[in-house]
């Protein structure tokens, strides 16, 4: 099939397939007679398994190395979950940072009149950071 109806079976955009490609997470389809790309279902599938990866918060090279166990019949479990547990704890820190980051801007928020005054404790704390 061609990278439009890849991109539609996938979920993934023609831009990122051939992103991936060019990471060699994906490897380049060979090509028709007119020179378009000719996917397969199982590069839409691995298509799929990158796009839920990514949407699980792991990066390039996780995937990568994601890629790699999914297709080593011979691989540990363990790795996988190793994988998978330290993107869930990098996870938790990001979230956590995240999470005071908004009670930060709240806390602005609610010393800020809001009204035609110029002063404003938001732009007088973002002055004043490192």
């Not at 298509?47 to 999914?70: S, V």
């Not at 704890?89 to 928020?109: F, Q, T």
């Amino acid at each position: 099939m061609k990278i439009g109806p890849a991109a539609t079976a996938s979920g993934v955009s023609a831009r990122m397939i051939r992103h991936y490609e060019k990471m060699g997470l994906v490897p380049a389809p060979p090509r028709r007679d007119s020179g378009y790309r000719d996917y397969s279902e199982a590069d839409v599938h691995r298509l799929r398994f990158i796009a839920n990866a990514r949407d699980l918060g792991f990066p390039i090279e996780e995937i990568r190395t994601l890629l790699g166990l999914w297709s080593d019949a011979g691989r540990s479990s363990a790795d996988v979950k190793a994988l998978a547990t330290a993107r869930a704890g990098a996870l938790g820190r990001k979230a956590l940072a995240l999470e005071e980051m908004r009670r930060v801007l709240l806390d602005l928020a609610a010393r800020c009149h809001g009204d035609d005054r110029p002063d404003c404790p938001i732009l007088d704390t973002l002055e004043r950071q490192p």
